[in-house]
């Protein structure tokens, strides 16, 4: 650990640095904030959600009783970002391709006045991803539009402007696409400040949508 001072970007091998918010390798306890259809949803650090370790975070909706979008949230609220970026970065995979519906991950960012909403999602079922438009609607990304295979690994990097209220970028599996020119959408008045990090996963009409998720990273220190 070098960053006295707070002058470098840096992740320490004390697991921490200014303007990291969340660093999880999902190998301790599960902190994050559950929400979703409930019943017997899975929300647990489990070895069959590892992409590194021993543990990855499993999330999966109700078994019994399913229907199409059923879902299963995990959150975390912490400081407004004081640098006005925001970057989330994790690995992720689905077991089950036609029962995912949806695959979510974003931020929602409360600036004091505003609330606004940062998401993306995968379709695993047609390969789609879409990022959230300023109306609220969920625009296609055609540049990375792909197969998406059972337990196969993804890697998966979001960047926001929370100062302009706009997109900065999105990375899958090395494929980066420029969204800087469109704008977050405002859904709501607030008079909180703070920031969320937010990841769903939503069921589709064949059964319980799971997902595994490991090295989950939020930091203020978006790359270039």
Not at 90 to 111: E, I
Not at 121 to 132: E, F, N, S
Request: one cysteine or more.
């Amino acid at each position: 650990m070098r960053d006295h001072f707070g002058s470098f970007p840096l992740v320490s091998g004390m697991g921490f640095s200014r303007g990291v918010h969340v660093l999880d390798d999902c190998e301790g306890t599960l902190t994050w904030i559950i929400s979703g259809t409930g019943g017997d949803d899975v929300h647990e650090y489990a070895t069959v959600a590892a992409w590194q370790g021993a543990y990855g975070l499993r999330l999966k909706t109700r078994v019994t009783a399913t229907a199409e979008n059923d879902y299963v949230a995990a959150q975390k609220i912490f400081d407004h970002p004081y640098t006005g970026f925001l970057l989330m970065r994790l690995r992720l995979a689905t077991p089950l391709v036609a029962n995912c519906k949806s695959l979510s991950a974003g931020f929602r960012d409360d600036d004091g006045a505003q609330q606004y909403l940062a998401q993306l999602a995968l379709y695993p079922a047609t390969g789609l991803v879409k990022y959230c438009d300023a109306a609220g609607a969920y625009v296609a990304i055609d540049a990375l539009a792909q197969t998406f295979a059972a337990s196969s690994w993804l890697t998966l990097e979001i960047a926001i402007d929370c100062l302009t209220h706009k997109w900065l970028y999105v990375l899958l599996n090395g494929v980066k696409v420029d969204l800087s020119t469109i704008s977050l959408y405002n859904d709501a008045a607030t008079a909180s400040k703070a920031a969320q990090a937010i990841i769903m996963v939503t069921a589709s009409a064949a059964g319980a949508g799971e997902a595994y998720l490991d090295n989950i990273l939020v930091t203020e220190w978006p790359e270039a």
